[in-house]
């Protein structure tokens, strides 16, 4: 099997700096790494390579210091490069790096692409759903395992409603979140790899490149970095060894934080996803602020539903904003595959042309989403945290980088203008009985033909209730056996229990439950850490918390990010807090 891993050289993420006079980050002097999921990803096909026979391709694209990356893909089992360097490549977006991509894969061949499922630096997730719609393979993203088996390879992946093991035609893309079992991929980079490296530019992609050229970079980009912000929230600070205290100040906080109000205004559209048969909460979301941005635009706010039996969610959609509601129900449709669903969207956006389309950033809709954008060449903006509108009509487009403490105000070029969006961005819209919505059934013909086959899917774990709840709990490995003890407590705050990296990786939580840069984000009103580990890695998952709470054995002055910390021992202070925090106690 030729396995071709498509790997990028990022910033250290704890190192980057913004620059209040210049309005824009600081490079200068800043430590450069192989994108730790892209690190995953090789070793996943040095594996496979060692079990099956074959050869592994690392490929970048950037500029010459890039080669840095290459050769510790060479230490982690690539056995030769190919570095994608010329000036024509640079200030590419997601779409103009998938198409230059693909090009390359074309011209060296492959039957599998493995890459990370996202960059620590920019955190879109579109790169591999968008190289896989240029190529016009077989998909997989978020994948925690795989094997060749028989000619086709079985994917195991995170879903929205827990694991999911589908079987993939090749050749394949996949996007991998974790490494494989016993795998080492902190590695120093082989020194003498020059004889390994191939440098291409666009010479090597096209006959007749030229200045300006519009398959590559900056010039073949639909996107357009306007701004950069921070963002980085202002934590109080405050430690507390009594736990009422502790409890009183957390709900003060809270008051003085207020949730955002729902879109007050009345043609925007967004997706409604599903969960367990009803429309998920970031889905009401989307509708809450499409009625704001569909008020904005002098349109109606229009709700998209994908899938099979979805008279009641249609009735739903009406009831929490949407103007009107567009169907397509399939028997084909039924069970989750990319293709299929990015295949349906593609022929919504080419016959409706709707202005705006939001889509949740999902487990589900950064993959169908990118597809459907890489498939008809447009612009995307992925895992947004705000939305807005120009005097021009134009998406105005927020998006988090390195942890969230960033964020780039993007705008695009293209139309429909395309947003994947993070859930608990916004407040959904109190539902409203006998609500009139228009609902129009759109007619699929000729859907796109299934490329994987979803063979099981495990239920036990609803991650998304990470994303719906008001109250999360993290743990740390230093609850250790205690985990049901916080299981219990984190329920009875009427909260969803994570993890971070060492719970996760300590077994005492699912990984699909792993909070932080290398896990996910989430947006609580409230967030409870206990004996998590105080680095950068698992702050990320807590920028946009609206308070954040976190329980540790000292009474050591609060440095992190927290804005109340108790001290003592979780095991006396957590139930004390709780008691008094519900007022139970």
Same mark, same amino acid.
């Given at each position: 099997m030729k396995i071709v891993c498509l790997v990028k050289q990022v910033p250290r993420a704890d190192a980057i700096e913004f620059d209040e006079e210049t309005k824009s980050l600081k490079r200068e002097g800043v430590p450069l790494e192989l994108n730790r999921f892209d690190a995953y990803a090789v070793a996943h096909a040095a594996r496979l390579r060692d079990e099956h026979g074959g050869e592994v391709i690392a490929m970048t694209m950037g500029p010459p210091q890039a080669e840095e990356a290459l050769r510790l893909a060479v230490a982690l089992g690539a056995d030769r490069c190919i570095h994608l360097s010329d000036r024509l490549f640079a200030v590419a977006d997601t779409l103009g790096t998938s198409r230059?991509?693909?090009?390359?894969?074309?011209?060296?061949?492959?039957?599998?692409?493995?890459?990370?499922?996202?960059?620590?630096?920019?955190?879109?997730?579109?790169?591999?759903?968008?190289?896989?719609?240029?190529?016009?393979?077989?998909?997989?993203?978020?994948?925690t395992g795989l094997e060749e088996a028989g000619g086709k390879l079985k994917a195991r992946r995170l879903g929205n409603e827990g694991e999911e093991l589908y079987e993939l035609e090749l050749p394949a893309v996949c996007s991998v979140s974790f490494p494989p079992a016993g795998a080492t991929v902190d590695v120093e980079p082989v020194a003498e790899a020059e004889d390994r490296i191939a440098v291409w530019t666009a010479a090597d992609l096209v006959s007749d490149p030229k200045p300006g050229d519009k398959r590559f970079g900056q010039s073949g980009s639909p996107t357009r970095v306007l701004a950069v912000r921070d963002v980085s929230p202002e934590r109080a600070r405050e430690l507390f060894t009594d736990p009422a205290e502790a409890a009183a100040r957390v709900r003060a906080l809270l008051e003085e934080r207020p949730a955002p109000e729902p879109g007050a205004a009345y043609d925007s559209w967004s997706v409604v996803e599903l969960v367990e048969g009803r429309p998920a909460r970031v889905s009401l979301e989307l509708l809450a602020k499409g009625r704001e941005l569909a008020g904005k635009l002098g349109g109606r706010n229009v709700a998209l539903l994908l899938g099979h039996g979805l008279d009641g969610a249609a009735r739903e959609a009406a009831r929490h904003g949407a103007e009107a509601v567009v169907v397509v129900d399939d028997p084909r449709l039924a069970e989750y595959e990319p293709v299929a669903w990015a295949g349906a969207l593609g022929r919504v956006l080419e016959r409706e042309r709707p202005h705006v389309l939001l889509i949740p950033a999902t487990s589900r809709g950064r993959d169908y989403g990118?597809?459907?954008?890489?498939?008809?060449?447009?612009? #995307?903006?992925?895992?947004?945290?705000? @939305?807005?509108?120009? *005097?021009?009509?134009?998406?105005?487009?927020?998006? $988090?980088?390195? &942890?969230?403490?960033?964020?780039?105000?993007? #705008?695009?070029?293209?139309?429909?203008? @395309?947003?994947?969006? *993070?859930?608990?961005?916004?407040?959904?819209?109190? $539902?409203?009985? &006998?609500?009139?919505?228009?609902?129009r059934a759109f007619r699929l013909d000729g859907a796109a033909e299934p490329r994987s086959r979803l063979i099981e899917r495990e239920k036990g774990e609803r991650a998304f209730e990470l994303d719906e709840a008001e109250t999360v709990v993290a743990a740390g490995a230093g609850v250790g056996d205690a985990i049901g003890e916080l299981r219990e407590l984190a329920a009875g705050l009427g909260g969803a229990l994570g993890g971070d990296r060492s719970a996760c990786e300590a077994g005492l939580v699912p990984h699909s439950r792993q909070l932080g840069l290398l896990g996910r984000a989430v947006a609580p009103r409230l967030y409870v850490a206990v004996e998590t580990e105080d680095d950068f890695e698992h702050a990320a998952a807590s920028v946009k918390a609206a308070v954040i709470v976190v329980f540790k054995s000292s009474a050591d002055p609060v440095t992190g990010t927290a804005d109340v910390a108790v001290a003592g021992d979780w095991r006396e202070t957590l139930p004390a807090f709780a008691g008094s925090f519900t007022g139970t106690s």
């Open positions: 230059t991509l693909a090009m390359a894969i074309r011209k060296e061949g492959a039957d599998l692409v493995l890459c990370g499922r996202k960059t620590l630096d920019s955190e879109t997730w579109q790169v591999p759903p968008e190289v896989a719609a240029f190529l016009d393979w077989a998909q997989a993203t978020n994948v990118p597809r459907a954008a890489g498939a008809l060449e447009l612009g #995307m903006t992925g895992d947004c945290v705000d @939305l807005g509108i120009d *005097r021009g009509g134009r998406l105005i487009q927020f998006k $988090p980088a390195y &942890g969230g403490n960033i964020v780039s105000v993007i #705008m695009g070029a293209t139309t429909p203008q @395309l947003a994947t969006v *993070r859930p608990r961005m916004f407040e959904p819209l109190e $539902p409203r009985d &006998g609500a009139n919505a228009e609902i």
